[in-house]
């Protein structure tokens, strides 16, 4: 859990020096982060992602927890062609991997 600490703008930079660092051709930057669900989607899990917003809110400048679509900003403007999520049963984690 290190990009929900970083604005959009910061996590690019960040997510594009990754890119930078893959060889062509193969490779992928894995990220380990809570993904909020839209509106209709509903689990368990989802006041606890919610509350951990809100912590991002009161404990950094510009840190926040992301949906898919806000995650499908981030990693394409990072360079990546494309990107899978993989939520974690019994946890709050999902696995988000980027591929050049």
């Given at each position: 859990?290190?990009?929900?600490?970083?604005?959009?703008?910061?996590?690019?930079?960040?997510?594009?020096?990754c890119?930078?660092?893959?060889?062509?051709?193969?490779?992928?930057?894995i990220i380990?982060e809570?993904?909020?669900?839209e509106?209709?989607?509903?689990?368990?899990?989802?006041?606890?992602?919610?509350?951990?917003?809100?912590v991002?809110?009161?404990?950094?400048?510009?840190g926040?927890?992301?949906?898919?679509?806000?995650?499908?900003?981030?990693?394409k403007?990072?360079?990546f062609?494309?990107?899978t999520?993989?939520?974690?049963h019994?946890?709050?984690?999902?696995?988000?991997?980027a591929?050049?």
């Open positions: 859990w290190v990009l929900h600490d970083w604005s959009d703008e910061e996590c690019i930079v960040i997510l594009r020096k890119r930078e660092a893959i060889p062509e051709g193969w490779g992928k930057v380990a809570a993904v909020i669900g509106k209709d989607e509903v689990d368990k899990y989802n006041d606890v992602r919610l509350a951990l917003d809100m991002m809110l009161a404990h950094t400048e510009k926040k927890e992301r949906s898919i679509e806000e995650w499908e900003y981030v990693v403007s990072a360079g062609s494309s990107f999520v993989k939520h974690i019994s946890s709050i984690v999902s696995v988000i991997q591929y050049p």
